[in-house]
């Protein structure tokens, strides 16, 4: 769903500009917390947040508006997006709202909101919450004597590091394992650290020093450069990147290589398969992940189910189907044996496990399958609707048949960002990269002309 607040992971924009205000802010927190009342309990929400420096513009609205709907706001601080999904269930409360906007940079912000069992609202709930921001709400709001409080919690960091290490067993330790792990100025920049090194590893940190500004910048999981060079410099093991938000992980082996998210699902699953944990016969990714995983995964007797771009969407079909691997190649990695959303630290464990138990370096692990050539490129645009025009489709149509049976071509708008996405993959890399140019071509040039 893409409406006029929501799109394919919350509500996302430029902090300070619509629909990123703290006027939205204050609407979002009324009707959120007007749609989860049930029953005449005091009813709570636990709030947490990134390290950008909107964050506090965007916390003190929320917390109007949903004290002005009678909720109890439980008030984390920065922590990861799976920490606040994890403590709406741990803390019995009705409502998990993270305030991030993933891996964009600092000048953005979001607010992702989930349900009491902690998972992302559905389109229907998110479209509920939509109209009503539009809508005259006060009615509906608290009287005097039932307006909601708001509290900062303690020791909310503990428990996330302990549910993490609990994803491992109990015998399990990361004794003799160098690890570099890279928290892009976000919201891991405690907690990741510090479950590494409770289990035995000896950790080097970077960008752990958030200063509101520097979120993702030039650091994380969209920018493992810096990492890779820390690898180098300490010789570690294996270096883990994690996002702003820190529900998405790439892994950069003891080589410098970056290893992704399709990888990452097809070591883990490979692992599941042979210890008889894998459920559902296969993995769920959207239909930006490689080929070459689809390939591989059949190879193991497991199928690939795809989905729309969006781990939301990953999880839905999970969940309908029982399988409990699934996740995005930008390293959204959802493991439903534990949580409920993407966890980059709990992903980053699995594969570390599967270090430990083959006795093996991360660079003979992560390639277990050869990616098909894949090329995605972005196009910015300013308004209309480029996808629609005729020229374009034509484009469309014509670079689909020149890639038959044996590639693929996905082409959609951002849900996040006024974007564009052009990818294509095949066995032959001259034959996309000339298909992605052609496409990207053509868009741009409807865009100029319109």
């Not at 309990?41 to 002005?68: F, P, Q």
């Not at 630290?345 to 006795?359: G, M, P, T």
């Not at 995605?376 to 300013?382: C, Q, Y």
């Amino acid at each position: 769903m893409a409406g006029r607040y929501f799109g394919t992971d919350g509500i996302r924009g430029r902090a300070n500009k619509f629909p990123m205000t703290a006027e939205v802010a204050m609407k979002v927190g009324m009707a959120a917390g007007l749609s989860f009342q049930r029953g005449n309990h005091r009813h709570r929400v636990v709030l947490g947040k990134d390290t950008r420096l909107s964050g506090y513009m965007i916390e003190n609205a929320l917390v109007s508006g949903l004290c002005a709907a009678g909720m109890d706001v439980f008030l984390l601080g920065p922590i990861p997006t799976p920490a606040v999904a994890m403590l709406v269930r741990s803390l019995r409360a009705d409502i998990g709202v993270m305030i991030s906007a993933s891996h964009n940079p600092y000048h953005d912000n979001g607010i992702k909101l989930f349900g009491p069992d902690g998972y992302k609202l559905s389109d229907e709930i998110e479209e509920r919450i939509e109209a009503m921001l539009d809508q005259d709400v006060e009615a509906l709001l608290a009287d005097s004597d039932g307006l909601g409080r708001a509290k900062r919690v303690d020791g909310v960091h503990d428990r996330y590091i302990e549910f993490a290490k609990r994803t491992l067993p109990r015998s399990m330790s990361l004794s003799g394992l160098r690890i570099v792990v890279d928290c892009a100025n976000g919201a891991a920049y405690k907690v990741a650290p510090a479950a590494l090194w409770e289990l035995g590893a000896e950790v080097i940190p970077i960008n752990v020093e958030p200063n509101g500004f520097n979120i993702n910048a030039e650091c994380g999981s969209t920018h493992p450069a810096g990492l890779q060079k820390k690898i180098h410099e300490v010789r570690a093991d294996i270096g883990i990147a994690l996002d702003g938000d820190a529900d998405r992980v790439v892994i950069v082996d003891e080589n410098g290589t970056v290893v992704d998210g399709d990888q990452i699902m097809a070591l883990i699953a490979q692992s599941w398969q042979q210890s008889g944990r894998l459920a559902g016969g296969g993995v769920v990714a959207t239909v930006m992940s490689n080929l070459g995983l689809e390939r591989y995964l059949g190879e193991l007797n497991l199928e690939l189910h795809r989905t729309k771009v969006g781990d939301r969407y990953v999880v839905e079909h999970m969940r309908a189907h029982g399988l409990n691997i699934g996740g995005e190649q930008s390293g959204h990695i959802v493991l439903t044996d534990y949580s409920t959303t993407g966890d980059g630290l709990v992903a980053a464990l699995q594969v570390l496990a599967c270090i430990k138990r083959s006795n093996k370096p991360m660079s003979e692990l992560s390639r277990t399958f050869e990616p098909v050539p894949q090329l995605l490129k972005n196009v910015r645009f300013s308004g209309g609707k480029p996808l629609e025009e005729t020229l374009v489709k034509a484009a469309i149509e014509d670079g689909r048949n020149r890639l038959g049976k044996t590639g693929r071509l996905v082409i959609r708008p951002s849900g996040t960002e006024p974007l564009i996405r052009v990818m294509a993959e095949g066995d032959d890399p001259q034959l996309v990269e000339t298909v992605v140019n052609d496409i990207v071509g053509v868009i741009s040039e409807s865009r100029s002309a319109a």
